[in-house]
């Protein structure tokens, strides 16, 4: 069986102004990386303004499990099908860190013959937007610990510094250091950091913005460490907002790719699906909805955080309204969280697939009832699945008001999305009861309650004294009407990842609150949550090699 590297390294890609052609763009409008990708200049959202906007539709996902949904591959599929069928379609991705592909992960660019090309170039350097956000973070982290040092004319207090370093790689050793050591010339010693940079608030600010002005306004306001007095200091203050925008300048255009089968794909920015939104740039998905007729975009992890999120930041910042949404399940996982071991995944067991539905029916309500949109289920099919098990969740599925689809898009391609799309295609002209989860208005810990509630099932939500007085000062500082983003286990419902399924009468525990000022939402941290990973045992890193005529091995 081929690897997904060797096929994407078969196919035979279309020059990238010819892609660009396919939804009215002129070469004029690209900024070429080469022959097979390009940056398209975001100006353009300025002048398609008065066109009409597309509809979007949202792949999401049950919680994850070991034995994969494939919510990337969805996307690619259902996109490539749905332009099979006549419909003008452009795919939104958000772009792979280098940490996860050189540590468990590997590839992150869909699979099999479902894939965004050049899958090589997406999954390492691209076109280099990660590096310059990288850059951006550090150049702040300098200026910051520079002002301490050059006097602390704004009265900063260095135990209260709130601004970290950052590198695209999963590095354990860099995530508690102290700096600035020996002798006065070197610094101001202290504990400090590094986030990957896919944590780092910029990202999400990046990914937030809707022009260049609008970036330099939300850098400017992202709160990077405290006084003495217990007051906010801000990127503004430092006056680096100006030098970090002309950092990220170049990068702020979305990238411009293709799949397999040629259909158009911005992949641009990529906030890490935890302590951030988990989504793929405003910009790119803006551009996207003026340029076509159907956008389809994932968010990270299931229908849980990267819908919620998805939902109630980036729609409720961008103006996006999404037309259905793909729940993105397989009969192996269900059955995982029935209770089934790998060993058994591959046996009928009716009854523990019923047990294990409970946590897909929870995504469908969630997703019809607490967001009010028409959901279709796609059932990854894989060999192992039984005719009986596949109708029984088909059968299920419909019971609790969605439409279901075998997808077979990663063995057939478009071919095997086919009724995917069509059932989405149906979903997307339903009337629907749009809603967010929350008012933003509401107070910090009742918007938290409210998801808690609403969305996971939670009876109640229990803070550490750390976490209440961060809420309390948040509010006096005059940030709290922003949104919530919870940060928890994408595993579970709850912030025990090993409460499977769809647990019941379980409380939230809040540990810690953070402020994300310039991205405009406020993080609620629930468990262990690691801003820097580190690599596994045996990292992907080990498996990936390069010949001598430059053909990449190992990313899948």
């Not at 002002?147 to 602390?152: A, K, L, M, P, T």
């Not at 969305?455 to 809420?471: C, E, L, Q, R, W």
């Not at 262990?528 to 091995?553: N, W």
Request: glycine share 8%; hydrophobic share 40%.
């Amino acid at each position: 069986m081929k690897t997904d590297i060797q096929i994407a390294q078969e196919s035979e890609p279309l020059r990238i102004e010819k892609v660009a052609e396919s939804v009215g763009l002129s070469d004029d409008n690209l900024f070429h990386y080469g022959k097979y990708k390009a940056k398209v200049d975001h100006r353009l959202l300025k002048k398609y303004e008065d066109r009409p906007d597309a509809k979007v539709i949202l792949v999401t996902a049950i919680s994850p499990t070991p034995a994969g949904e494939g919510k990337t591959t969805t996307t690619v599929g259902l996109g490539d099908a749905l332009k099979k069928i006549g419909k003008r379609t452009v795919i939104c991705l958000r772009e792979p860190s280098l940490g996860p592909v050189f540590g468990v992960k590997g590839g992150a660019a869909g699979g099999g013959y479902a894939q965004v090309i050049p899958m090589e170039d997406i999954n390492l350097h691209f076109t280099g937007d990660l590096h310059a956000i990288g850059a951006a973070n550090n150049l702040l982290a300098a200026m910051l610990d520079n002002h301490i040092y050059q006097g602390n004319a704004l009265n900063i207090d260095p135990r209260r510094i709130a601004w970290k370093r950052a590198i695209d790689m999963n590095d354990r050793q860099l995530r508690f250091i102290v700096d600035g050591l020996s002798g006065k010339t070197n610094g101001v010693p202290r504990e400090d950091g590094f986030d990957i940079t896919v944590a780092s608030e910029i990202m999400a600010v990046f990914c937030l913005s809707t022009s260049l002005q609008d970036l330099k306004d939300k850098l400017s306001k992202m709160v990077v460490a405290y006084t003495y007095d217990n007051k906010a200091v801000t990127a503004g203050e430092l006056n680096a907002h100006g030098a970090l925008a002309a950092l990220l300048k170049d990068a702020f255009d979305p990238n411009l790719v293709q799949t397999l089968e040629h259909t158009p794909a911005f992949i641009h920015g990529g906030p890490f699906a935890n302590i951030a939104h988990g989504c793929n740039s405003v910009v790119a998905t803006r551009l996207a909805m003026k340029l076509s007729d159907y956008v389809v975009t994932e968010a990270g992890f299931g229908a849980d955080l990267g819908a919620e999120k998805f939902i109630d930041i980036k729609c409720r910042k961008a103006g996006i309204r999404p037309s259905a949404v793909v729940i993105v399940a397989t009969v192996r996982a269900l059955k995982h969280h029935g209770g089934a071991t790998k060993e058994n995944w591959g046996v009928e067991d009716l009854d523990v697939l019923e047990k294990g539905f409970e946590n897909l029916r929870r995504h469908i309500e969630n997703v019809t009832k607490v967001y009010g949109l028409p959901a279709v289920v796609a059932v990854n099919r894989f060999p192992t699945d039984t005719e009986k098990e596949l109708q029984f969740v088909i059968d299920k599925c419909k019971a609790y008001g969605a439409e279901v689809a075998l997808s077979e898009v990663f063995s057939k391609g478009s071919e095997g999305g086919i009724e995917l799309a069509e059932k989405i295609l149906q979903a997307s002209e339903k009337e629907s009861n749009f809603s967010f989860v929350y008012d933003t208005e509401l107070s910090v810990k009742d918007k938290i309650k409210a998801i808690a509630n609403k969305v996971y099932g939670a009876k109640d939500v229990v803070y550490t004294a750390p976490a209440s007085k961060t809420i309390k000062e948040i509010e006096e500082l005059g940030y709290g009407n922003l949104p919530i983003c919870i940060a928890k286990t994408q595993y579970s419902f709850s912030d025990n990842a090993k409460l499977l399924c769809a647990p019941e009468n379980f409380e939230i525990t809040i540990r810690q609150v953070r402020l994300s000022a310039g991205a405009g939402f406020i993080v609620a941290i629930s468990g262990e949550i690691m801003t820097m990973p580190g690599l596994p045992k045996v990292p992907s890193a080990e498996k990936i090699d390069v010949d001598d005529d430059g053909v990449i091995s190992g990313l899948f």
